[in-house]
């Protein structure tokens, strides 16, 4: 690709944001989903469906989607009025809140607009793949850092994981995690160097 032709950094910046509201807009979900929701409720609704047992609160949904917390707790709230979410108190700590996803949140991801996006990814060739989100992650961390925000990720690849005898260990929680959590998302992620 000649020099002229590669895009500038505004160029890409427009075709993420469009990517992303092009992939929360699918025509399939109108279709198909037994109710409408708004992108911020879909992305609450995957957040608490991947979050792990340490990221479940409307403080970590509010820094996951970049918003303030009364706009976090307000999406929250509506999820729980329409029975997709449902709030605990935290086993050890009754002031604070814990959320889960309802069967009801699981059956309507079923429906999740993302997955045309995620189908249209799958078909990308697994090294231009890689590429992408070897980009997008130094991208995410460089803006995170910029803004003093947090960044997002799963256990697998976190600085605070640590792995001994087939068993995962996080520094950051001083807790034993589960194979499955080694793919949650996590509000105590550090990328790991690369």
């Not at 979900?29 to 992305?43: F, V």
């Not at 609160?57 to 820094?63: D, V, Y």
């Not at 999406?75 to 889960?100: F, Y």
Request: charged share 25%.
């Amino acid at each position: 690709m000649s020099k002229s032709a590669r895009p500038s950094a505004c160029n890409l910046a427009d075709l993420i944001v469009y990517l992303s509201r092009l992939g929360q807009a699918s025509a399939r979900c109108a279709e198909t989903a037994p109710q409408s929701l708004t992108a911020a409720q879909w992305t609450a609704l995957r957040y608490f469906a991947r979050a792990n047992r340490f990221s479940r609160t409307p403080s970590a949904f509010s820094e996951f989607h970049a918003t303030t917390r009364g706009t976090a707790s307000q999406t929250v709230k509506s999820l729980v009025v329409l029975g997709l979410l449902r709030r605990q108190s935290h086993e050890s700590d009754a002031r604070s809140t814990v959320i889960e996803i309802t069967e009801a949140g699981r059956e309507i991801l079923r429906h999740d607009p993302l997955e045309d996006l995620r189908k249209a990814l799958e078909r990308l060739a697994p090294e231009r793949r890689d590429a992408l989100a070897d980009a997008l992650g130094q991208t995410i961390v460089t803006l995170a850092e910029d803004r003093k925000a947090p960044v997002f990720g799963s256990c697998s690849e976190c600085n605070h994981c640590h792995q001994d005898d087939g068993s995962y260990f996080c520094l950051s929680t001083r807790s034993f995690l589960s194979l499955p959590e080694m793919q949650a998302i996590c509000v105590d992620f550090e990328p790991s160097a690369r």
